[in-house]
């Protein structure tokens, strides 16, 4: 096993990139990115009506035989680019996304962007859980601010002194090799008949299929080969951003 902190570092893009190679050369891994604490992040705590947290993601990459499982997902209800999306079609989010500035419920994205938060994964009744997956990604990733002399996390409004100043947080990446436990050959394709097993319970109803953790984004890549969609207050401000620093734009076609 090999694990490692980063310190000084809230954002390292995509974290299923780094699991899904790590499943391809037959490795376990596990990844998360977060921060706790006053005047970071934009989720509240469950109970709470202030930001304290990030949106932490955690991502969990496992290596099987025929298929792999790579989850990568945030602890809040939703990323906040999904209320940006929302904001920019002018549309309503699901239900126990939001709380206001007052920590009252709400669907208006605006709300978000006018002092709001967003709810911890779970919601209003079971939001303890998201809150404790988010918190455990900042306190773990705060092993890289132990000896750290000048501790500081990117984002803050107000730097602590370090971990036990109320604030905490950093990157962590561990990678586990199954051939440590025993035939690793055998434990992938433990792994992969457990998928499978899992792809083969009956769907509910109106659903087409068991879609594993990963695969909605998979199945997105490839509808998305082609073209991305993009609403139109966005393109206007990309355009704008282009025009700014002289940088070329893509093909635009309207949407059909």
Wanted: charged fraction near 20%; glycine fraction near 16%.
């Amino acid at each position: 096993m090999a694990a490692v902190a980063v310190r000084h570092s809230m954002h390292i893009g995509r974290l299923g990139e780094y699991t899904e190679r790590a499943a391809a050369a037959g490795l376990i891994a596990v990844v998360t990115v977060g921060a706790a604490g006053p005047g970071l992040g934009s989720v509240v705590p469950f109970g709470g009506q202030a930001r304290f947290l990030s949106t932490n993601p955690w991502s969990v990459g496992v290596p099987g035989r025929g298929r792999s499982m790579v989850f990568d997902g945030a602890t809040s209800m939703v990323a906040e680019g999904k209320v940006r999306v929302a904001r920019a079609k002018g549309a309503l989010l699901p239900p126990g996304c939001i709380v206001d500035r007052n920590g009252v419920p709400s669907r208006n994205p605006e709300d978000f962007y006018g002092g709001g938060s967003l709810l911890p994964l779970g919601g209003e009744e079971a939001g303890h859980k998201g809150f404790g997956l988010a918190l455990a990604s900042a306190l773990i990733g705060a092993l890289g601010m132990i000896d750290d002399p000048n501790p500081t996390l990117p984002g803050a409004r107000v730097q602590a002194e370090g971990p036990v100043g109320g604030q905490a947080g950093g990157v962590f990446l561990a990678a586990i090799d199954p051939a440590a436990f025993g035939d690793a050959e055998r434990y992938r394709g433990m792994v992969g008949d457990t998928l499978g097993a899992a792809k083969r319970v009956p769907p509910a109803p109106g659903r087409d299929e068991v879609l594993l953790p990963g695969e909605p984004e998979t199945i997105a890549r490839r509808q998305r080969a082609g073209g991305i969609a993009v609403p139109e207050t966005t393109w206007q401000e990309l355009m704008a951003l282009a025009e700014r620093f002289h940088a070329p734009l893509p093909e635009h076609r309207p949407a059909p």
